[in-house]
């Protein structure tokens, strides 16, 4: 009868002993699972971060951004009755008069800079997809920047009266939207993004 005691004490003790053996590693265990994983996480969103970013090389953006110089120099023309009613206007522009007599003392300069962009550019694969649109939308803007010439000299509207009156509109408003255009492109080519200019970006793109 004495036995039975014992058996009852070494019965509970066994199992004291266990569900504290089999207790304390489930405190622990949680711990380390939730742990790992948080690490995993934080390192694999870096590593696809880093892998995804692709900035524009500085020769595409260099060559991309000169491109637009060939519509803006050729819608300086378009100023001219600003530039006498605002003379102030015309000083902005003094810095690059340089630029702008050496590129009219080339004969036919537009005509060259035009088929070298063209040519050379547009229509060389050898040049990034990002230069190609940005070197033709360049050039469907001085395509565009040239037919309001065309139309003048059709129609002559003389210097005086209603024609005169409305030509001189046209320049103004073509001038501001020509430099807008450029310090548009611009600024974006030199910042490796994408400019788009209404109209023109859907006929450049069409191009390429």
């Not at 003094?94 to 070298?116: E, G, K, N, Q, T």
Request: hydrophobic share 45%.
């Amino acid at each position: 009868m004495a036995c039975i005691p014992l058996l009852r004490l070494s019965a509970t003790g066994n199992l004291s002993s266990r569900s504290g053996l089999f207790l304390e590693p489930h405190v622990v265990q949680p711990k380390l699972i939730r742990a790992a994983p948080a690490k995993r996480s934080r390192s694999g969103s870096s590593t696809i971060t880093r892998m995804s970013y692709n900035p524009t090389p500085a020769t595409d953006r260099l060559i991309s951004a000169v491109s637009y110089t060939l519509p803006f120099f050729n819608s300086l023309q378009y100023g001219r009755f600003l530039f006498l009613q605002y003379p102030p206007l015309g000083s902005l522009f003094d810095p690059l008069l340089p630029l702008l007599s050496l590129y009219r003392s080339i004969p036919y300069s537009s005509f060259v800079a035009f088929f070298a962009l063209y040519l050379g550019v547009v229509r060389n694969p050898s040049f990034s997809r990002y230069v190609r649109f940005n070197s033709m939308q360049a050039v469907t803007l001085d395509v565009l920047l040239v037919l309001p010439l065309l139309l003048q000299r059709v129609l002559s509207p003389g210097r005086s009266g209603v024609g005169f009156r409305v030509m001189v509109w046209g320049h103004n408003v073509l001038f501001v939207f020509s430099v807008l255009c450029f310090v548009y492109s611009f600024v974006s080519c030199v910042l490796g993004r994408t400019p788009y200019l209404p109209f023109v970006a859907d006929a450049a793109g069409r191009q390429i």
